[in-house]
T-cell receptor, first 108, second 115 residues
Framework: DAKTTQPPSMDCAEGRAANLPCNHS???????VYWYRQIHSQGPQYIIH???NNETNEMASLIITEDRKSSTLILPHATLRDTAVYYC?????????FGTGTRLQVFP | DGGITQSPKYLFRKEGQNVTLSCEQN?????MYWYRQDPGQGLRLIYY???????QKGDIAEGYSVSREKKESFPLTVTSAQKNPTAFYLC??????????????FGSGTRLTVV
């Protein structure tokens, strides 16, 4: 599985868009990009995933660059409840390998 | 409601004792996983099982053992051979097949402290 690089921490004002970057320069053609988040002391929660097209659901949007070497998770209107650690994972197998993620702090 | 249950939430054990963590799911998921999380760290995969009576080692299987005798259950035993067992343990399940990686459902975790 390809490895990912994420900034260790980010801040975002409540109501503003949170843009969380992820680099995955060694991604292979059949590997998907997955995003999960973990609120303190809970199990991670699935957010969104994609292969090469941009994706949107009720939680977030996922923008994948054309060369697939990086992606951005967008929370369009961040709330205090979005404060969590966000994990970007690339995988084509039947298991997920979590890195250390980005700790997003949303402030009032 | 369907879900995945880990018990107990907090567990204390003396050094040298084996301890078993429970994980039960009623989601009819084929695949189940055990992860370990240390403070400020990501999740590390211990063991996983894609089907009943079969399981594979993850990245840090040494000092742990599992069984998968029923689809609903995937208990994890932390043995005395595990050098640093104090950690937060998370169990997950997924449907398996093509929906595996975005269908993960996690339990609420067991915080194990060995003294």
């Amino acid at each position: 599985d390809a490895k990912t690089t994420q900034p260790p921490s980010m801040d975002c004002a409540e109501g503003r868009a949170a843009n969380l970057p992820c680099n995955h320069s060694t991604i292979s053609g059949n590997e998907y990009v997955y995003w999960y988040r973990q609120i303190h002391s809970q199990g991670p929660q699935y957010i969104i995933h994609g292969l090469k097209n941009n994706e949107t659901n009720e939680m977030a949007s996922l923008i994948i660059t054309e060369d697939r070497k990086s992606s951005t998770l967008i929370l369009p209107h961040a709330t205090l409840r979005d404060t969590a650690v966000y994990y970007c994972i690339v995988s084509n197998t039947d298991k997920l390998i979590f890195g250390t993620g980005t700790r997003l702090q949303v402030f009032p | 409601d369907g879900g995945i249950t880990q018990s107990p939430k907090y567990l204390f054990r003396k050094e040298g004792q084996n301890v078993t963590l429970s994980c039960e799911q009623n989601l009819n998921h084929d695949a189940m996983y055990w992860y370990r999380q240390d403070p400020g760290q990501g999740l590390r995969l211990i063991y996983y099982s894609q089907i009943v009576n079969d399981f594979q080692k993850g990245d840090i299987a040494e000092g742990y053992s599992v069984s998968r005798e029923k689809k609903e259950s995937f208990p994890l035993t932390v043995t005395s051979a595990q050098k640093n067992p104090t950690a937060f343990y998370l169990c997950a399940s997924s449907p398996g097949g093509w929906a595996t990686n975005y269908g993960y459902t996690f339990g609420s975790g067991t915080r194990l402290t060995v003294v």
